[in-house]
């Protein structure tokens, strides 16, 4: 990438952060005794509040959550209004877009003992997690991307990749709309791993092939999760790429004839991830704040609230039984050194295999 | 005799401060901040100063995938034009010539532009999924959704106002008188229609076209709704370029480019039909 580029695509984040700027200036106080907390919003951001809330219930801070559509919109808010904000929650995406723009700042992790204690050690040397031997972010949960179907209209059961693309299910599949994650979950449809496709051509145009077969079924592409349980509620889609955390949330609403599949074959696994803010004027008490947000019965509360796993050591059968639960030495994670380059191809070719 | 002279609303400090001249310039000056400035950093942003070619963004932005963008949203564009005329001159005739309760309906016609776009689109998929209220009610399941054809209607309904008021704003300045002479004359109520009515409404039809056109060609929300892979706009990809690829490069191109056709296109239709002196009689 030329700086040129670089450049560009700050300038153009920042014209986006200034538009969010009032909206931001509305919520923020600016006091120092007060916290700021940039996430996703939905489930995973209330989870996250109410641990940050018991923390600051004993404590003279408050925390104020405030919530962004994507990863790119939370990048340039973070630009835009520096110093307003202290800790953002990020996805494996996002960590490795922050490190390139430079927004987050190392952790020090002899502050957080609690997460190096309670947090398998193998997940918390994931790359995009590390920078220069340095910790810029701290895993929280992850999952991955299976796909539910409804049971009332499918009269077997499905349990593989191969399944969606039977030609009952024509026009009746939704996908996600994310270049990467797509090709990353056709990546594993025929067992291939996505980060060896990055640079094998021939490679990457069998994993092309596996995502035009199965868009030949695909009526619609969710970028969001709500968009996903939409589909599977209103009967639009009987088969719905999906995270687990929200078919189960699904489910507990009484949809329990939507079942959720972790393919036989695997899917690719995402993280969301906690970091400090570069610029932030409370480091230590944001490490404070961390450090009880990694004890051991917040993480399992956490767990529970949103229906995701938290590698922490020893998980207990609550956990274990998600549906999408797998120990981090058992999943498979991008290599977003190789793969952040190729994002803009991709995403182009993405858009051929859709419109195939 | 006495005459009165009606007072301006203006009071005489401004009136005598303010000329034509400084009218235009707020005019030029609000067009040169709101719109050409935003052109030109598009322009520059879209310009590679890089290695390579100075223009690498337009030529990728004029092949694959963004050609069919392209093409697809002048279609969709000028097919939502000509449906949303359709519906909106016939409510407008009523409205004009047989309703007794005009204020009643206006309302109504203006209402749903109190409502969120998003909150439109969103409606019609409700309605016409597969356990929405047209298949709980009438056992019907209406393939629709997801189409070209759920796109359209979707922009026909939600640009349907913008039309008919213009559209009715013109059939209502149309004495009455006239089309009287006109049936007194001997020509029958279609022929009126087409050879009086139609013509002096021509203005509202005109300016009731251009702005649904524009607005429903840069429609990002519809086919985002309502639409499948195959129904993406160049409004859609464009925020895909940006928000998923960061390609700023190639989003302003693409931006540059669209408007560009789209101020050609404002031309050449103002060659046929001389907007100006159209607009200048609505």
């Not at chain 2, 040169?32 to 400035?37: A, D, E, G, N, S």
């Amino acid at each position: 990438m030329t700086d040129r580029n670089m450049v560009t695509r700050r300038t153009a984040l920042a014209t986006i952060g200034a538009g969010s700027l009032a909206g931001v200036a509305g919520c923020l106080g600016g006091s120092s005794s007060t916290l700021r907390f940039l996430g996703f919003g939905g489930n995973t951001q209330e989870a996250q509040m109410e641990i940050f809330e018991r923390w600051a219930d004993d404590s003279e801070y408050e925390i104020e959550g405030t919530s962004a559509g994507g990863t790119t919109e939370m990048i340039s808010m973070i630009q835009q209004n520096p110093g307003e904000f202290d800790i953002v929650a990020l996805n494996d995406t996002g960590m490795a877009q922050g490190q390139e723009e430079g927004v987050l700042e190392p952790i020090d992790l002899d502050e957080v003992s609690n997460y190096t204690d309670n947090i398998r050690d193998g997940a918390q040397e994931l790359t995009f997690l590390v920078e220069d031997g340095e910790t810029i972010g701290l895993i929280r949960e992850n999952g991955a991307t299976g796909y539910a179907y409804n049971t009332e209209l499918v009269d077997r059961e499905l349990t593989s990749w191969e399944d969606i693309k039977a030609e009952e299910f024509d026009g009746d599949v939704a996908l996600l709309d994310r270049a990467v994650d797509r090709f990353s979950n056709c990546a594993v449809a025929i067992d291939a791993d996505i980060n060896d496709a990055a640079d094998d051509e021939d490679l990457f145009e069998d994993v092309i092939a596996e995502a035009e077969a199965q868009n030949e079924n695909c009526f619609s592409y969710w970028s969001d999760g709500a968009t996903s349980i939409q589909y599977l509620r209103q009967e639009n889609a009987t088969v719905c790429e999906a995270w687990g955390g929200r078919v189960l949330a699904l489910q507990e609403d009484g949809y329990d004839h939507i079942e959720y599949v972790m393919p036989e074959e695997g899917a690719m696994a995402w993280t969301d991830t906690l970091a400090i803010v570069d610029g932030t004027e409370n480091r230590e008490t944001v490490h404070e704040l961390l450090n009880v947000t990694y004890e051991r019965e917040n993480l399992l509360d956490m767990s529970e609230m949103m229906n995701y796993t938290i590698q922490v050591e020893d998980p207990p059968e609550e956990m274990t039984d998600l549906p999408d639960y797998a120990p981090v030495e058992d999943l498979a994670f991008r290599d977003w050194s190789k793969i952040l380059p190729l994002q803009d191809d991709w995403s182009e070719r993405f858009q051929e295999v859709k419109q195939s | 005799m006495s005459v009165v002279v009606e007072r301006s609303p203006i009071p005489n400090w401004l009136t005598e401060r303010i000329s034509n001249r400084h009218l235009v310039a707020i005019g030029i000056g609000w067009v040169t901040l709101f719109f050409v400035f935003p052109i030109l950093f598009l322009v520059v942003e879209s310009l590679n100063f890089g290695d390579g070619s100075l223009f690498e963004a337009y030529h990728r932005a004029t092949g694959g995938v963004y050609v069919s963008a392209f093409v697809r949203s002048f279609i969709y564009g000028f097919v939502t034009t000509v449906l949303t005329l359709v519906f909106a001159y016939v409510l407008a005739y009523y409205l004009a010539f047989a309703s007794k309760r005009v204020r009643l309906l206006l309302t109504l016609v203006v209402v749903p532009l109190w409502i969120a776009y998003i909150i439109r689109y969103f409606g019609l998929m409700l309605f016409f999924s597969p356990t929405g209220p047209l298949a709980q009610v009438t056992g019907l399941e209406i393939d629709l959704l997801f189409t070209s054809t759920a796109v359209v209607l979707g922009l026909t309904n939600a640009y349907l106002p913008f039309a008919v008021l213009p559209i009715y704003n013109s059939l209502n300045a149309i004495h009455h008188e006239t089309i009287n002479a006109s049936r007194v004359l001997g020509a029958g109520q279609f022929r009126t229609i087409r050879e009086v009515v139609l013509p002096l409404s021509m203005p509202g039809i005109i300016a009731a076209g251009v702005i649904v056109f524009i607005l429903a060609t840069g429609s990002f929300l519809g086919p985002a709704v309502l639409g499948g892979p195959n129904q993406s706009m160049i409004a859609n990809e464009i925020a895909r370029t940006f928000l998923e690829a960061y390609n700023i490069q190639l989003a302003s191109a693409l931006a540059v480019i669209y408007t560009v056709l789209l101020v050609a296109f404002i031309a050449a239709f103002n060659a046929v039909f001389n907007l100006q002196e159209a607009l200048g009689n609505l």
